[in-house]
């Protein structure tokens, strides 16, 4: 604590947020780590020992490599740093291998990697206007700012207990929005670019990212009253963002394209057989469509309206695998997610066309386009969460509004995700973490808010 007082006198209150975070990642390295962590260190084996012709076919583990090109770069990259700490994780037969090596060399690869997330809150921070100043230094919105990012409960958790790279991706995202921010709009369209062919999860953003970039970036003026001014056109900027997008994924799938693999690489990106939801379910339409289907089934058999030897037997849990029969109502596809993710993200892709609120319109847009994508989508994540929550932490800041919508939404993913850690040594890690985190969500925005609050609580919540 005096260290930090020292640190928040002299200006460097940032760097003291950010080493702080890092001290307790390192804390977190001997918790429990979930079957992700033999995942990424099968990727490790396949990307190193492996020619690239293989990298998409390779399946003596179950954990397939399943993300998009640049990510088994990474891990071909990051392989060739980790056989200086244990050649046999690089094995591909030596399945579930995790000596005391391959674990601190892939918790720190994980921790080495939140550099680019830290380094574009920074980026982020410095877009927040200074409107709302405090007296004192965690008073101000850019304190709290960086506080609600890099020590977000859910990805600490995710990445540092669970185990996965998210950071590192989030990182990218959140410094391609600052680039928007900062109408670098090539910039941010080519970070996002490559995002995409990190993780193609990102694909729940992109309609926001496109809408964005042809209504502000590609028409160069509006008319008076905020419409867009049709003849203001510019072809070379869509052009030019054509371009970056082709060589992005050129750079990608270019490869693959020559071996003539591409059809293999997108069976792996898009595997639709392995079901509507995943093996913990995410808390959206389609566990509550589930859940209605299980109570009509028991009802029915109960009742005898149904004949017990023509219930499916696939649970509806059983995402890694198969796809699960509905026993009452109809069954679902993919297709029929893709309608109705689409046709929930119409109004926020509509607003943001015809009602232009720069930037932070193009937030707005993005965080509900990752919730659409999260309440309708194909398989869903439960992890899949964070990709609202993170964003809608710069909105959080600016307006109470969205202050409220904020707690409400960051504490109610984050319980979602408790499942994910269910042993019992990390129980109370988890739930000392998520009531630290809360409790400093709620009081830091309420003190950020004072009078703004007072109005929500007697009136309700103020839509902006």
Known sequence: MAAFTIAAGTGNWFSALALGVTLLKCLLIPTYHSTDFEVHRNWLAI?????ISQWYYEATSEWTLDYPPFFAWFEYILSHVAKYFDQEMLNVRNLNYSSSRTLLFQRF???FMDVLFVYAVHECCKCIDGKKVGKELTEKPKFILSVLLLWNFGLLIVDHIHFQYNGFLFGLMLLSIARLFQK???EGAFLFAVLLHF???YLYVAPAYGVYLLRSYCFTANKPDGSIRWNSFSFVRVISLGLVVFLVSALSLGPFLALNQLPQVFSRLFPFKRGLCHAYWAPNFWALYNALDKVLS?????LKFLDPNNIPKASMTS???QQFQHTVLPSVTPLATLICTLIAILPSIFCLWFKPQGPRGFLRCLTLCA???FMFGWHVHEKAILLAILPMSLLSVQKAGDASIFLILTTTGHY??????FTAPELPIKILLMLLFTIYSISSLKTLFRQSFTVIAQAGVQWH
């Open 319 to 321: 995402g890694l695998v």
């Open 199 to 201: 993780k193609h999860i």
């Open 298 to 302: 028991v009802i029915g058999l109960k």
């Open 184 to 186: 670098r709009h090539m």
């Open 109 to 111: 690869s994980v921790i």
């Open 371 to 373: 919730l659409s994508s």
């Open 47 to 51: 990307t190193h020992s492996l020619p």
């Open 416 to 421: 979602s995700l408790f499942p994910l850690l």
